[in-house]
């Protein structure tokens, strides 16, 4: 399917610049929000204690409010709707030794008095549990990044590589700000969407790539800003038809998929939209500005096949055995 039938290049690159600029403020603003106001961070890494309760009416906040401020054992516990008015979760900084059936027991014996419940989920994770699931997801992040860097110098050279890397900071960098200026709350969903981000960026970069490697060796043009709009016009339909269909699956699964999900499929949204916007305007464009050779390219390649016929011919000499 084709949604754009142009023989003509749109002119993507005669806009980097501007586009360039507004994508810096994006992600030095989403930097000043990560070290100003901070990440919300969830159980799973700040540590501390998560009950989930559900009630056959509305819940009576401010009875369990009170409830929970006479027990020491809750003292600054948070209470919260969770997706409807008759679901809360409770959230307290403590954690204990006690296993989740007594926890449900206690919660169940001490909210009695505020109307029929059910505790449907208990999350415990220690304090050190938390710094240590922090430093993993770290390190499984720029473990991520080193990889994509490390895959694409091999597959192509170094300027592809670093323009492919410093893109997904920056769709890392926003996707980043967009948690933290909604308050989303941070836990291994959103680290797992985070990475799930990573890779479909790198993909659709990839792909743009590849079409402009292909261009460089098909077309007579030999200035990287005319090639590089060659490539993301012929790659425009497979883009939009691909962010479109993703893009509507996850925007699914954040209306109707529940308040359990909904940061994961949050940060996959803004990554969807900042991701396929980078393939174009970041990473094709740094690697303009980069200063990448396309007569250097295409004298490395013919270098490279003269060599793979000169190998090709010693073979085949060999095989016959007139070497």
Do not use: C
């Amino acid at each position: 399917m084709e949604f754009f039938r142009r023989t003509a290049p749109v002119g993507f690159m005669a806009q980097a610049k501007r586009w360039g600029l507004i994508s810096l403020i994006l992600v030095i603003s989403s930097w000043v929000l990560v070290f100003t106001k901070g990440f919300n961070y969830g159980i799973d890494f700040a540590g501390g204690t998560l009950i989930q309760v559900k009630y056959d009416k509305p819940a009576p906040i401010d009875d369990i409010r009170k409830i929970l401020q006479t027990q020491k054992a809750y003292e600054g516990a948070q209470v919260t709707h969770f997706g409807s008015e008759d679901e809360i979760v409770i959230r307290t900084k403590s954690s204990t030794g006690s296993v989740s059936n007594d926890i449900s027991d206690e919660v169940r014996k001490l909210l009695a008095p505020t109307g029929n419940l059910e505790v449907r989920r208990v999350d415990m994770v220690g304090p050190k549990i938390g710094d240590e699931l922090k430093t993993k997801g770290t390190m499984a992040l720029l473990l991520a990044i080193a990889g994509i860097l490390a895959y694409v110098s091999f597959r192509f050279e170094w300027r592809f590589a670093l323009s492919s890397v410093l893109a997904l900071i920056h769709d890392m960098s926003i996707a980043l700000g967009a948690i933290v200026l909604f308050g989303i709350e941070v836990n291994l969903d959103i680290l797992a969407a985070i990475l799930t981000l990573l890779g479909y960026s790198i993909n659709d970069t990839i792909i743009i790539f590849d079409r402009i490697r292909e261009s460089i060796r098909t077309s007579k043009a030999s200035e990287i800003a005319e090639l590089i709009d060659e490539s993301v016009t012929k790659t425009l339909s497979r883009t939009t038809l691909t962010s479109l269909t993703t893009f509507l699956v996850v925007l699914a699964l954040y209306l109707f998929g529940g308040e359990i999900i909904k940061g994961f499929s949050f940060t996959l949204l803004v990554g969807l939209i900042v991701g396929t916007y980078s393939s174009i305007f970041i990473a094709s464009p740094i690697l303009m500005w980069l200063k990448f050779s396309v007569l250097d390219f295409r004298k490395k390649e013919a270098e490279k096949l003269k060599r793979e016929k000169e190998k090709e011919r010693m073979r085949s000499m060999y095989e016959q055995g007139t070497l």
